[in-house]
């Protein structure tokens, strides 16, 4: 049979609709040392899962409460993304969750002006990274018998949003990976969903308005629910669909975005 994260093999359904969970999940989290990715780990520790946290920050790991360990990865390195999932599994003998959170949204260069390295950059770290971290955790899973992934893709997937070329481009292909990786191990138990946040307060948004980027009072009032929504709100979404509660969710892009995307 699945693994509970994974969800429930057909033939087990009769005997048991919902999983149970057994002991205490493995739960591993890309870009979880802040922002969304660190209220993620913060709601999965609370759960009392064993959070992994994978992050280049190294001062930020340092610094990482007690009830998590932190790992150093750059997730564009090939070699080290396979090499830690395998030591994470080593370690704690499996790995049921895996939030594919770390990205960068760091290129505000009007298009005409871009050099194709920094395109390159944006789609190396925000596209190909996910898609290499979530084959070494899957390799993991199936040998496990399940698992479920959430990935993190953004209002930018659908709407257009000036000077975001690569980050448009890469969340669309992210929310294209959630379909195909969850089509491809469904039978073998491994989930893959989507959460697409709209406007988070993290810093790097709050830093948005104070470097000139974007005017969050015109955000704010283009958001049906009228305000931005919290790291937390995200670390719920994820959470939900990481769970055996959403046993039979697989490919879904769910919107965390106070109706952004509802809003014609
Ligand atoms: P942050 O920038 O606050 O945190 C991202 C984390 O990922 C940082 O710790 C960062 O490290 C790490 N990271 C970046 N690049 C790498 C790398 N190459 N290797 C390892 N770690 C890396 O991001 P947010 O919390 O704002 O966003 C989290 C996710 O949610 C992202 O996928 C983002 O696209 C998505 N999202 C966020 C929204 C928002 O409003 N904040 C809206 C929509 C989507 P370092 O500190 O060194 O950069």
Redesign the pocket.
């Known amino acids: 049979g699945y693994g509970a994260y994974g969800g429930t093999a057909p033939a087990a359904l009769a005997a048991a609709p919902v999983p149970e969970v057994q002991q205490a999940p493995v739960v591993v989290i890309?870009?979880?040392?802040?922002?969304?990715?660190?209220?993620t780990a913060d709601r999965f520790a609370a759960e009392g899962a064993r959070v992994v946290v994978?992050?280049?920050?190294a001062e930020?790991l340092e610094a990482l409460p007690a009830d998590r360990q932190g790992l150093r990865?750059?997730?564009?390195?090939e070699a080290a993304v396979a090499q830690v999932m395998e030591r994470i599994a080593a370690q704690h003998g499996r790995i049921d969750v895996f939030v594919?959170?770390?990205?960068?949204?760091?290129d505000f260069a009007p298009t005409t002006e871009q050099s194709l390295d920094a395109f390159e950059r944006g789609l190396?770290?925000?596209l190909i990274?996910?898609l290499q971290l979530a084959a070494a955790a899957a390799r993991v899973m199936l040998r496990g018998g399940g698992g479920a992934i959430v990935?993190?893709?953004?209002?930018?997937a659908r709407g257009g949003l000036p000077r975001r070329n690569s980050?448009c481009a890469a969340?669309a292909g992210?929310e294209a990976l959630t379909r195909s990786l969850a089509c491809e191990w469904a039978q073998h138990g491994v989930r893959v969903n989507a959460?697409?946040?709209?406007?988070?307060?993290?810093?790097?948004?709050m830093a948005l308005e104070a470097e000139g980027k974007r005017s969050l009072r015109a955000v704010r009032r283009r958001i049906p629910l009228g305000r931005?929504?919290n790291?937390a709100e995200?670390a719920d979404a994820v959470a939900f669909l990481a769970s055996p509660r959403a046993a039979y969710m697989t490919g879904a892009i769910v919107p965390v975005?106070g109706g952004w995307s509802a809003f014609g």
């Open positions: 890309s870009g979880g040392a802040r922002g969304i990715g660190a209220a994978l992050d280049r920050d930020a990865l750059d997730v564009t390195d594919n959170n770390a990205a960068i949204a760091d190396a770290i925000n990274a996910p990935n993190l893709s953004s209002i930018a980050y969340k992210v959460v697409a946040p709209g406007y988070i307060a993290t810093p790097g948004v931005l929504g790291p995200i975005d």
